[in-house]
């Protein structure tokens, strides 16, 4: 799952983007305000953050307001749209600075299948609709992870890429490696 980067007086904090939109760049006033306050609809905002799905991959667009101001790596969205793309930074002309990111931890759902047979990365049998399972958040690819198929904390990185499979490894990449 996609997340956006937001800084406050403790530093930079991810947030999950698990809706289907949120605004952005709201009045001034709400820069002292949490989060979650930002995010209602209709606050004054000057943008939305858009998610369409693609297969079951999630793609992420910004749709900024005529006159907004709002800027994504320095430029003005063409048209008002700007696809988002891993580390792209979002600043507001009041100086809001976010950082969208397309890096996903680990975590362990109950699998949902979309039709299609999906076959365990580590121990290849099919994987059960409902069972405990982990999507390898660096290349995509399905494990069982339960107590009796602990397929994914296995081995301590991915069989098809270098992920780690520690389940409390946290992101790899924040804002702060991009503005040193
Ligand atoms: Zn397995
Ligand atoms: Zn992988």
Redesign the pocket.
């Known amino acids: 799952m996609a997340h956006l980067w937001t800084k406050d007086d403790a530093g930079w904090i991810a947030h999950a983007l698990s809706r289907e939109s949120y605004d952005i760049g709201a009045h001034a006033a709400a820069r002292t305000a949490p989060l979650a306050s930002l995010f209602i609809e209709g606050s004054g905002a000057s943008a939305k953050l858009v998610r369409a799905d693609f297969a079951g991959s999630e793609v992420w667009a910004l749709i900024a307001a005529p006159g907004s101001g709002i800027r994504v790596g320095g430029e003005a969205p063409l048209a008002g749209l700007r696809v988002l793309r891993d580390r792209d930074e979002i600043r507001t002309p009041d100086g809001e600075q976010y950082f969208f990111s397309t890096e996903a931890l680990a975590t362990v759902a109950p699998f949902a299948s979309n039709g299609r047979e999906v076959f365990?990365g580590?121990?290849r049998?099919r994987?059960a609709v409902g069972a405990p399972a982990v999507r390898c958040p660096g290349c995509g690819v399905w494990?069982?992870q339960s107590t009796g198929?602990p397929?994914w904390t296995y081995a301590d990185t991915c069989a098809f890429c270098a992920h780690s499979t520690a389940m409390n490894a946290g992101f790899a990449w924040s804002p702060e490696d991009g503005l040193a």
């Open positions: 365990c580590r121990c049998q994987i494990y069982d198929l397929c």
